[in-house]
């Protein structure tokens, strides 16, 4: 994926570098002929609480007082931890612990958290579900990642330690909070999406998607992922 749509710097410097892209071959053709599956999207609707959506009204404010005073003011830290409020959001955990209700969800399955502290809340209700887990983190030690290779676990408790690179066995995906780059959302989406040899597989995806009467990045991604989601049904269905 040589683009990305939020660094043109980086996006010149590869096709000076590698020069043009000479072949395409996207997700869609990669189900077509069978090397990945399609998935099912499921997106689960949350509301931040009253003190987290205070918060950011607080910080949109003061994003239009800096671009007021200074339109080519910086305001990338205001931006980011706004996005950090709703990636933590509270109101997310009632939809995380009915979702673990459901044993079938948490049969192969990753869980995308937001950071570790966030995760240590969803790892309180896989203790009680009763489902065989365990952490994956950047510094843990690799036996943990092989103990859901060999299916010793069913579920993979990370933040961004597995989205790209991992070949693994892997049928749904649990994205409790998302990058804002859809490159980053299709390596996690990756790793669900390969077969295995089973040609008739379909994986599930269950996004969180913040309840907003605006456009925002969530409404996108949602929009984008259903999209991509039929088409690729379809596709497989030919």
């Known amino acids: 994926t040589p683009e990305n749509e939020y660094d043109d710097d980086a996006t010149t410097f590869l096709f000076d570098e590698l020069g043009p892209i000479f072949f ?3 997700l869609l053709d990669a189900i077509k002929d069978e090397v990945l599956c399609p998935f099912e999207y499921y997106p689960i609707d949350y509301d931040p609480s009253k003190k987290e959506s205070a918060k950011a009204h ?3 404010m003061a994003i239009e007082a800096k671009k007021k005073e200074n339109p080519r003011a910086n305001i990338e830290d205001l931006y980011r931890r706004i996005s950090d409020i709703y990636k933590k959001s509270e109101g997310k955990l009632p ?5 673990l209700r459901d044993s079938s969800i948490l049969d192969r399955c990753i869980i995308f ?15 009680k579900s009763k489902v065989r887990w365990t952490p ?7 036996k943990q990642l092989d103990l859901y290779r060999n299916q010793s676990v069913d579920v993979l408790l990370t933040c961004k330690a597995v989205s790209e690179g991992m070949d693994l066995h892997v049928n749904n995906i649990i994205l409790l909070s998302s990058d804002k780059t859809k490159l980053v959302t299709l390596q996690r989406l990756g790793r ?3 077969t295995h040899g089973d040609v008739t ?3 599930k995806v269950y996004d969180f998607i913040r309840v907003s009467d605006n456009e925002t990045a969530d409404s996108n991604r949602r929009e984008w992922l259903e999209n991509l989601s039929e088409e690729g049904l379809k596709a497989r269905r030919g």
């Open 113 to 127: 958290g937001p950071e570790k502290e966030f995760n240590s809340k969803t790892k309180e209700m896989l203790v």
């Open 95 to 99: 939809e995380i612990e009915k979702l």
């Open 201 to 203: 597989k379909v994986a």
């Open 192 to 194: 669900a999406l390969r």
């Open 136 to 142: 994956y983190y950047g510094e843990t030690d690799k």
């Open 58 to 60: 607080r910080l949109w």
């Open 24 to 26: 395409n071959y996207d």
